[in-house]
């Protein structure tokens, strides 16, 4: 990563005694895609308003360029945001929506004309100009906006939830649309959306926002492989929750105690480890191997098949151990298991300590 | 649908015949005015022995029909400007502002609706016999704004609930002052409650009366006011006819509504 171009600097905003967003600190990079992924009410959107000047921070600073951004007005903070609901305006034409923040800046009508052009190309909505909104899908509005927000190259692009309003697979498509766009213009882009599937697709990097505190950054994968927090670990894939027993702990490896019997060493460890405490092991359900009998030497649970569900490209197998813990399990398509498992089966799960998490 | 117009048998023609009695209810002494005003007898005697205009040349003959026609004209022009300018800010503070009683101050605004108008004209005119007011285009202008701002308010609030705020923010992180994006965004959005504030607020001055009378002095008065001043004098068709020509205007204003209103929506 270069020099920071964006920076967000201890950025705290509290509504009476609620805490919305607790001291955020971010630094982006020029031309990133960087997204806010939460549940509603973890401070994202608080945070893309702060940057969009709707909302004052109650501390903390927003550098653009090593200068700060709060002492400008939102109107001339030359920063571009796609709302999540439908913000055309409504009296005016396709054209003259993507032409109102020029002629707000008084730029000579050929310009504008030539700008104009320029983003209906762009967004792919050429010959829609004369239309009004009111005429016009919510997709297509939507990309009349992203067009009306870039239109005059702001060095910043806000999201907030554009695609919360249409169907998935439109969702898709747009998702796409997006992407090509920011390739296209190399704009810096913060997104905010709730859907982890979104942001994957989507972003260079992923800020995970819980409880008005940044739990993770970092890239999809990284997120995916190393999760922070059993929040960020519930949040981006699915995942499956043992509690455990923590036996000792140290240099981010935990020896821990399943269900009282085997000890398993060299799990990765996070939070504050207490040796002889609570804890609970992650496992993803697509890394667990399905094994008829006890594996030697390797490390497995013994399970009892509760379902077995089929769901195309593959096959979700619920089960549970002998404490009662639910464990799930996801199968390839074709998996030889499957064929001759059915409900009631005693089987053994097997995974491997180093791709396993304890949150503690 | 429960009820399908289509299916209901001899049903049917009893409804269609409820809903011609009920409109002849309330157009009949309309058209029965009208009528009059063309009556060739002096006594408003129906129905007409024969037909004539020459109440509509006395009345446009006669100065002070003219006069008072104009007087209301002015009022009302005034009024309509003031009540959609006062009910705009108002509608915003209502709307936009986060403060205490905000319901309240809503409800407060809506009273000269319930109040009886008898009650309000009384108020008004002992109150501008001390500031001196009565008889004058200002005092009618007030009186007159004080009943035609809950209509303007009502409407324009209405126009501003429906019209989401985040468009307004658009316009503003689009470069306009958050002034420029109300003028140029949020207003023409909202025109047709503009537009039905400036329609109500005309016509609740053009054809008042009551407050209207307290404020009239010999020498200026609104055409309800001298409507009802010849009414009682003399029973002269003349009435009928300046009647007629206060409802054809009222007609045309509310044909005009709905036209712009198709257009608006469109």
């Not at chain 1, 030359?78 to 707000?104: C, D, S, W």
């Not at chain 1, 010959?127 to 909104?133: I, L, N, V």
């Not at chain 1, 002998?322 to 399990?329: H, Q, Y």
Request: hydrophobic share 50%.
């Amino acid at each position: 990563m270069s020099k920071p171009f964006l920076q967000i600097r201890g950025i705290r905003k509290e509504y009476g005694p609620v805490t919305a967003v607790h001291d955020v600190n971010l630094d982006v990079a020029q031309g990133e895609f960087l997204t806010f992924l939460g549940p509603s009410g973890s401070g994202k959107s608080t945070t893309l308003y702060i940057l969009a000047g709707f909302e004052a921070p109650t501390r903390g600073d927003i550098l653009l360029n090593g200068e700060t951004l709060l002492s400008t007005p939102s109107h001339k903070r030359n920063i571009g945001m796609v709302f999540q609901r439908y913000t055309l305006f409504p009296h005016l034409t396709v054209g003259e929506n993507i032409a109102f923040p020029l002629k707000v800046r008084r730029l000579p009508k050929a310009e504008i004309d030539a700008k104009v052009r320029d983003m209906l190309k762009l967004v792919r909505l050429e010959g829609f100009e004369d239309r009004k909104p009111a005429q016009m899908s919510g997709g297509q509005q939507q990309r009349v906006a992203l067009a009306r927000a870039l239109a005059y190259d702001p060095p910043v692009l806000l999201m907030d939830e554009p695609l919360s309003a249409l169907d998935k697979k439109l969702r898709e498509e747009i998702q796409h649309e997006i992407r090509r766009i920011h390739q296209q213009t190399e704009v810096t882009i913060l997104y905010v959306t709730h859907d982890q599937e979104e942001a994957l697709r989507l972003s260079d990097r992923i800020a995970v926002f819980s409880k008005g505190v940044i739990d993770q950054i970092g890239t999809g994968p990284e997120l995916y492989a190393n999760p922070a927090t059993r929040f960020v670990a519930e949040f981006i894939g699915d995942s499956d929750f043992l509690p455990c027993d923590l036996v000792t702990a140290a240099n981010g490896k935990a020896e821990i105690a399943l269900a009282g019997t085997t000890v398993i060493p060299n799990v990765p460890v996070h939070g504050k480890p207490v040796a002889g405490g609570k804890a609970a092991l992650m496992l993803r359900p697509e890394r667990l191997r399905l094994m008829r009998s006890a594996p030697g030497g390797a490390t497995a649970v013994p399970v009892t098949i509760s379902d077995i569900t089929f769901l195309g490209n593959n096959i979700h197998v619920a089960t549970e151990t002998a404490r009662g813990d639910a464990l799930a399990v996801r199968l390839p398509f074709g998996h030889e298991a499957i064929s001759s498992l059915s409900r009631g089966d005693s089987v053994w799960l097997g995974f491997d300590p180093a791709s396993a998490h304890v949150f503690c | 649908m429960l009820l399908n117009f289509d299916r209901l048998g001899w049903w049917k023609l009893v409804l269609i015949g409820i809903t011609l009695l009920t409109a002849a209810f309330l157009l009949l002494p309309i058209l029965f005015i009208a009528a009059l005003s063309f009556g060739s007898s002096q006594w408003l005697i129906f129905p007409p022995p024969g037909w004539t205009l020459k109440w509509y040349q006395e009345l446009l003959a006669d100065p002070r029909w003219l006069e008072s026609a104009w007087t209301s004209f002015q009022i009302a022009i005034i009024v309509t400007v003031l009540s959609v300018l006062l009910g705009l800010v108002t509608s915003f503070g209502l709307t936009r502002g986060r403060f205490m009683f905000r319901e309240a101050l809503k409800a407060l605004f809506l009273t000269p609706m319930i109040l009886p108008v008898v009650v309000l004209a009384v108020a008004l005119y002992a109150f501008f016999l001390q500031i001196g007011l009565n008889g004058t285009l200002t005092g009618f202008v007030i009186s007159h704004l004080v009943l035609a701002l809950p209509f303007s308010i009502l409407s324009i609030t209405n126009a501003l609930e429906g019209f989401d705020k985040s468009i307004e923010d658009a316009a503003v992180l689009c470069g306009a002052s958050p002034f420029e994006a109300k003028i140029r965004v949020t207003l023409p959005a909202i025109s047709h409650g503009i537009f039905s504030a400036a329609i109500f607020s005309f016509l609740t001055s053009w054809d008042e009366v009551v407050v209207a009378i307290f404020m009239a002095s010999p020498t200026l008065q609104t055409l309800p006011v001298k409507v009802w001043a010849t009414l009682r004098q003399d029973l002269t068709p003349v009435v009928a006819a300046a009647s007629t020509l206060l409802i054809l205007l009222t007609v045309l204003l509310m044909v005009l509504v709905a036209l712009v209103r198709k257009g608006l929506k469109s």
